[in-house]
């Protein structure tokens, strides 16, 4: 099976950011090698938003090209959140929160309109989806608003955000590669109990670490900028 080029570079960045996502939930926190595994995935996933981005629109794939936008987002706020001083925030977040606030519209206009296809769906896609990151997508416009009003994030809520404003695009691209290109398996690992397994594992790393962060006493938080 062939695939023309940029499908070809948008495969590779999946898979380089699925492989660096397992590694940064399993490697020792504030190592090197878990800096060096972020920042791969960082990479990888911001390719794979924005490759997912150009290719939906050749074809014509409303789902994809909202979720290609959504990645970018969550992955863009997810970094500034760390990299910006704590309990501030700027033009920057205003853009985020417009630009969010648009994704959630239109995820919901297309469940709406695949609703009342003819076929309950649209471009294959049941309206579910839609109405799925839709109300992802409607949670971090809220969560951005709320942000903006305060001034920033601080403390446990700054690591909150920006974990699992990663973790999200790490669950979109592994459903997205194991689920929704099952295709692409041999035959005899082409089965769902198989292919759910590594994103049931991405589910249960998130929520063990969002958990964690949120009621441990023994997670460290980064000194504020």
Partial sequence: MTFPPLVLIHLLAGSIGILAGFMVFVLPKYSPAHKVAGNSFLIAMLILGLTSVYVAYTRTI???????VFICYLLATSWVTIKRKAGSSGYFEQLALVTVMAVAIMYFTFGIQAAHSETGKLHGFAPAIFYFFGGVASLAVLLDFRMIYCGGVTGRQRIIRHVWRMCFPMFMATASFFLGQAKLFPDPVRKIELLAIPVILVLLFSGYWLL?????????VPHQQ
């Fill in 212 to 220: 964690r962060i949120k009621f441990s006493s023994f997670i460290k």
């Fill in 62 to 68: 409303f789902l994809s090209l909202l979720n290609g």
